[in-house]
């Protein structure tokens, strides 16, 4: 469902000399795989799920998703790519906060052409239990309740893989384990491939497949963002 | 969900800086539509006088433009004036020989034919033979020589003819301007002004009284001096029926004249510059002191000029006395024609005999014709339009200063929501749509603000419709849409015609400006950098 292949990323400094960041020659998640991502802070992880967005284009090397290479697309090829085919759940859930919950989770669907889908979203708000707030926006929601919508939101477009940026690094330890179980439920039942980043021993934990960046990243010791 | 929906979420949770955005365009537009509404009321107004109901205008010489704006807009002040006996050239015969009746002219005829029947009834054949051939010479009898200077010597009065253009007119209306009442211009004229001048073409309108009747030639309360009021001056000199009034000479300041004339009538508002004027009777205007033109008489041979100053104080003061005989007497005779001149005279032709009158009259170098409605179009285009046009500009410039304030404040939310954008772009929202995205919200802004002021100028201009509908006579309702124009040419084509309200071009322009201010932050968007706006 995913491969990277040769992936090379650096970012130029203030002096004008190139840091490299990611240096991964081979990362592949079959379809429906659940794979968690931890690694320590300034190693590269949110840099990585950038550039499997498309989000940042790879300096070299290639991103594949559902066999569509995305160094071959225009920009605007890769838009349409991460709009049908890729969620993302922020750490910081990133709800619009001039809409109301199920128009956030809309907001997922109006950018992929001929998805709008209301009944889904509807199902959707429904499958993360908060069908009775779907009118509230997002500062009458509490935090575990936001990051909820958000999850509700990536899956709006029936994406084939979800990428969560620690979803859970704002959410109380109460509500943490719910919103992984949500995450990670919702996938299975949508056959999403998922890829979580955390810090968190106790949500890595659980996951089949744990891949620690500094392993896959030959980046050794590189002070990644 | 549409981008449009976006875009007006986006406006409603900024709500009061784009409310108060929105106001600034609502003030722009507001202005703009009230401007266009005075430039329809004035093309209306205009168009409005143009139609005079007369298609000449006879005056002494000088410049068009002046006889028009002395005449029609009782503007500026008349250079000359003219003979009444060149009047009365513009008559048929009976009616000029009834006017040319009282004149020193025609009552010294008489009086010639008099003497030499009576003498040849007393049998004195030589003297009757030329007392005869005198009177035979009625037609050449002389008008006694005025002592101030003319541009042309007066014509002879000859009656038992049609006045020289008498058979190319339809409506022949003199008018005597000089006096003031307070700042309004006293008119004498014939009743003809009100009886018979159709003043409307198009809706066959005449001028309508408010309140009592038009004046009469002479009735038997209140003689010659009787006036009539427009509809503007009855309500700011707060005049009624009834009520007498004393014009000023010369000047609004000018003294009062002793003769007082009465208010017969209040004229119904009509939109023209009648509306702003006193109308006497002319008979009771030249019955005025300083009205008469003075006469210089030739002494007879037995009529020696006063040799001392005793003499000489007792003929001014016998003059005087006779003078102040007349002025006080409650029903004096009219002036004789010899003392009398008119400032202008209106005259209805047929169109095709307008343009050979006012040839014919233009080269007698008696008087100057003018065809009103032609030097009235040109005011328009002259000085009316480039005014109206500058008003126009300065209120779009407003309009681009609201645009700007709309680029302002799209482009200070731009760096909170940097973060949205970015959130939309993840989401999988191309460059493209996020631009048009912040584009559709100038636009909407543009748009509403529009619309508010659209709402808001219409209904000033139905606010103030019984204000402009007394002082012009146009009726300015909700939906007016003057003033029109040709897209056709203004898109440069010279044939065709596509009459559009100008107010419509409002939304094509509104867009345009929240395309053109919209733009700067749009780009902004576009260029978002999404993993550096994301955070995490």
């Known amino acids: ?225 | 969900m549409s981008l449009f929906r976006i875009a007006l979420r986006s406006i409603l949770q900024r709500g009061v800086a784009s409310m108060l955005t929105m106001l600034s365009m609502a003030l722009g537009v507001m202005l703009v539509v009230a401007v266009l509404s005075i430039h329809g009321v004035v093309e209306q107004s205009f168009a409005n006088n143009a139609s005079l109901g007369y298609n000449i205008i006879v005056g002494a010489k000088g410049g068009e433009q002046q006889i028009t704006l002395n005449t029609v807009y009782y503007l500026s002040q008349p250079v000359e004036n003219i003979w009444y006996s060149y009047y009365a050239e513009f008559l048929p015969q009976e009616e000029r020989d009834r006017l040319l009746a009282n004149s020193f002219a025609v009552k010294s005829h008489e009086a010639a034919w008099q003497t030499a029947e009576l003498q040849v009834l007393a049998g004195d054949g030589g003297l009757a033979g030329a007392a005869l051939s005198l009177a035979l010479e009625g037609a050449g009898l002389q008008l006694a020589p005025d002592a101030r200077p003319k541009p042309e010597a007066a014509p002879k009065i000859e009656i038992g003819r049609n006045g020289k253009y008498g058979l190319m007119t339809e409506l022949v209306i003199p008018l005597c301007l000089g006096d003031y009442y307070g700042q309004f211009r006293v008119v004498g004229t014939t009743p003809a002004l009100f009886d018979d001048l159709v003043y409307d073409v198009e809706r066959n309108r005449k001028f309508e009284f408010a309140q009592g009747r038009n004046f009469v030639h002479h009735s038997p309360e209140h003689g010659y001096f009787e006036a009539v009021v427009g509809a503007t001056v009855a309500r700011e000199m707060q005049v009624k029926l009834g009520q007498e009034i004393s014009p000023a000479h010369g000047a609004p300041d000018g003294h009062a004249h002793e003769r007082k004339f009465t208010v017969v009538g209040i004229l119904k508002a009509s939109g023209t510059p009648n509306d702003r004027a006193v109308f006497v009777n002319m008979e009771g205007f030249y019955l005025m002191e300083d009205h008469a033109t003075p006469l210089t008489e030739e002494p007879a041979a037995e009529d020696a000029p006063p040799q001392t100053e005793e003499e000489l104080k007792a003929a001014q003061t016998a003059r005087l006395k006779k003078e102040l005989e007349v002025l006080r007497a409650a029903d004096p005779d009219p002036l004789p024609v010899e003392q009398r001149e008119v400032t202008a005279i209106l005259i209805k032709a047929d169109p095709m005999i307008a343009i050979g009158l006012e040839g014919a009259v233009n080269g007698s170098h008696m008087a100057q014709a003018v065809l009103p409605v032609k030097v009235i179009y040109e005011l328009f285009e002259f000085f009316v339009k480039p005014v109206q046009w500058t008003l126009l500009l300065l209120t779009g410039m407003i309009c681009v200063v609201s645009g700007i304030s709309i680029l302002v404040s799209i482009y200070n939310s731009m760096s909170e929501r940097r973060g949205e954008i970015a959130v939309m772009r993840a989401l999988g929202a191309g460059r493209w749509t996020v631009l048009s995205i912040i584009l559709l919200e100038s636009t909407l802004l543009s748009l509403g603000g529009g619309f508010i002021g659209w709402l808001a100028g219409h209904l000033l201009c139905v606010a103030a419709n019984p204000y402009i509908e007394a002082r012009t006579g146009v009726t300015v309702g909700f939906l007016n849409w003057e003033p029109a124009v040709n897209v056709l040419s203004l898109l440069g084509r010279s044939s065709g015609s596509l009459s559009v309200p100008l107010e419509l071009l409002l939304v094509p322009a509104l867009v345009l400006l929240a395309i053109v201010v919209g733009l700067w932050p749009a780009v902004a968007a576009y260029r978002t950098d999404v993993a550096r706006s994301l955070g995490k």
């Open chain 1, 1 to 225: 469902m995913l491969l990277l292949s040769n992936i090379k990323k650096s970012f130029r400094e203030p002096d004008g000399n190139r840091l490299p960041i990611l240096d991964i020659p081979t990362f592949a998640v079959a379809r429906g795989e659940q794979v968690v991502l931890i690694g320590r802070s300034g190693s590269g992880k949110t840099t990585l799920l950038h550039t499997i967005a498309g989000i940042t284009r790879a300096d070299s090397g290639q991103v594949a998703i559902d066999g569509i290479e995305l160094s071959t697309l225009s920009e605007a090829g890769v838009d349409k790519v991460r709009a049908a085919k890729i969620g993302y759940v922020f750490q910081t859930f990133n709800l619009l906060p001039g809409f109301t919950a199920l128009e956030n989770v809309l907001l997922g669907m109006t950018f992929a052409r001929g998805r709008k889908d209301p009944a889904r979203a509807r199902h959707l708000l429904d499958r993360v239990g908060l069908s009775h707030r779907s009118t509230h926006k997002p500062a009458a929601l509490s935090v575990g309740e936001q990051q909820r919508v958000a999850v509700a939101r990536a899956l709006a477009n029936r994406p084939r893989l979800l990428l969560a940026d620690e979803p859970t690094a704002n959410i109380d330890p109460r509500n943490q384990q719910k919103i992984v179980d949500l995450v990670r439920e919702t996938c299975r039942e949508e056959n999403v491939a998922l890829i979580m980043v955390t810090h968190a021993p106790e949500v890595s934990g659980q996951f089949d497949r744990i891949e620690r960046l500094e392993e896959i990243n030959q980046v050794i010791g590189g002070d990644a963002a």
